[in-house]
């Protein structure tokens, strides 16, 4: 079991690299907000796996503040691209 | 038994992260790469979230985890449709 949580922590940090290489390589403003949605996913399930590999409840937690903070951004990007449009 | 399932939702959902993630770099157009997109965040996080579920301790842990899951299924489809009604604006719009 240990070995799969591994696996999985080792998994989720690589996709984390691909979305950060999005953001690097991004066409437009959407597809950076895109790439930082896939980091903040990425993070959760990075925090969840490690949780129980580590012994540490209380990353859950950290896991379940990640994710209700990632509904924040997006909205706030778009909302700041209106007002800059208008 | 319930190691082996668990260990088989948990690598189903890496295989929907990590195919999210190059879908997200290779997809032609931001509609397509939105698809992508939705698959790592509902489905990959979903299995991971189930296959933790199975080995955790007490039903405390199993309900967080459920409800870290489904404030992520809010915030990407939310998220997905700000995004692309975005785009559509800016490709209409200029």
Known sequence: MPEV????????????????????LAPTAGDRMLASQLIGTAGVGLLLSLSPLLDQPALIDVALLLALLAAV?????????????D | MIDVLSSLLILAGLFFYLAGSIGLLRLP????????????????????????????QDLLIAFKLLLIWLAILAASATNAHLIARQARRLESGS
Request: negative net charge; without cysteine.
């Open chain 2, 29 to 56: 157009d931001l509609y397509s790469r939105l698809h992508a997109l939705t698959k790592a965040d509902n489905l990959g996080l979903g299995l991971l979230i189930a296959g933790l579920a199975l080995q955790a």
């Open chain 1, 5 to 24: 949580l591994s696996l999985s922590a080792l998994g989720l940090v690589l996709s984390l690299f691909l979305g950060l290489l999005r953001v690097l």
């Open chain 1, 73 to 85: 951004a997006a909205a706030a990007f778009t909302g700041q691209q209106e007002d800059s449009n």
